[in-house]
């Protein structure tokens, strides 16, 4: 088996912060978004080979994070685009990998900003034991949210039917970005668009695959977060660190007041301040500041401030003048 890990996304909701960095590689606890991903494909002996497939833009950036990281099995795949509005889709950029890596036998497919609950082995016995199309599933218990979603509606573990975003939703199970492809499959990438179908939602491939055979959808408890918004990502923190705080050894905390699920990355600087829910990011220094439910980026500066719900980019420097 082969694994491809999605990471081709230029995540604009999450600008300043992620306008030059890959939100994968946004820390949660010790590790990044991605590392928790690749562990478990590390770890299962069924995968021989795992392929990152990202953008032109952010090559060089997994380039040194591949090469610095201790898993053996991802290599990089570049997709020939620098630019949102030059990305070829979901399904035309697995149809595209599987055609330049010469890819011919099982895949497995998962979004690198999921962070997933479930071990991706766990997924994967579900899917041998199906020999078919598989997705996994998960209830958000929501309609609104539902809404963003493709919905699936199950006969037992087989899917019956798909609502790709819909604007009234029948139900709150969504399909979420964890697929596996037996390798016969394959070529029904190049099938799909070949006949002008949607190129841009996993969904609609899905969808199309459950009208001509059968597909299943492997369910899951327990959590999921699909890291694309700040609240997502700090939502995220949350749940990773459970009402915990992660503070580095390097970071210099003086007279300060920890709340609940903070993360102060390295040499950051934080005196005479509240911090509640928010994440710090390396160098950054706040001083005489309340903040609350916010992103601070690198090397950033703020002074006499109190900030809620902010996303603050890297080298900035916000200060009241007192």
């Known amino acids: 088996m082969k694994a491809v890990v999605l990471a ?3 995540a604009t909701r999450l600008w300043p912060i992620t306008k030059h960095r ?3 590689f946004l820390p949660v606890g010790d590790q990044t978004v991605i590392d928790t991903i690749f562990e478990d494909l590390e770890a299962d002996d069924r995968v ?3 392929f990152v497939s990202t953008n032109e833009r952010f090559a060089d950036s997994f380039e040194e994070y591949l090469a610095d990281s201790p898993f053996e099995k991802p290599t990089l795949s570049v997709e020939d685009t620098s630019a949102e509005d030059e990305k070829f889709g979901v399904v035309g950029a697995l149809e595209q990998l599987i055609d330049r890596e010469g890819v011919d036998e099982d895949l497995v497919v998962i979004a690198g900003d999921n962070l997933i609950s479930f071990d991706v082995a766990d997924f994967v016995d579900f899917f041998y034991e199906k ?5 996994a599933a998960y209830d958000v218990k929501d309609r ?3 809404k963003s979603y493709g919905l699936v509606e199950l006969d037992g573990d087989r899917v019956v039917n798909f609502q790709e975003k819909p604007d009234d939703p029948k139900s709150t199970l969504v399909s979420i970005a964890c ?3 037996p390798a016969e499959d394959l070529p029904k990438f190049d099938e799909y668009l070949d006949g002008d ?3 841009d939602e996993p969904g609609w491939f899905m969808q199309w695959l459950q009208q001509n055979g059968d597909v299943f959808a492997y369910t899951f408890d327990g959590a999921w977060f699909d890291i694309g918004t700040p609240q997502s990502y700090l939502d995220a923190v949350s749940w ?3 009402g915990e705080n992660h503070v580095n050894e390097t970071a210099t905390l003086t007279n300060t007041e920890l709340g609940t699920n903070v993360h102060v990355m390295a040499e950051a600087v934080v005196e005479d301040s509240t911090l509640e829910s928010s994440v710090v990011f390396p160098g950054a220094v706040i001083r005489n500041a309340e903040v609350k439910n916010s992103i601070v980026d690198e090397e950033t500066h703020i002074e006499n401030l109190d900030l809620s719900n902010a996303l603050i980019g890297a080298h900035s420097k916000l200060t009241n003048g007192q």
């Open 48 to 50: 021989s080979e795992v």
């Open 144 to 146: 609104e949210r539902a």
């Open 197 to 199: 179908n949607n190129p």
């Open 240 to 242: 990773y660190l459970d």
């Open 131 to 135: 020999d078919e199309p598989c997705l």
């Open 179 to 181: 697929y596996a492809f």
């Open 8 to 10: 081709g996304g230029y």
């Open 22 to 24: 890959p939100k994968m």
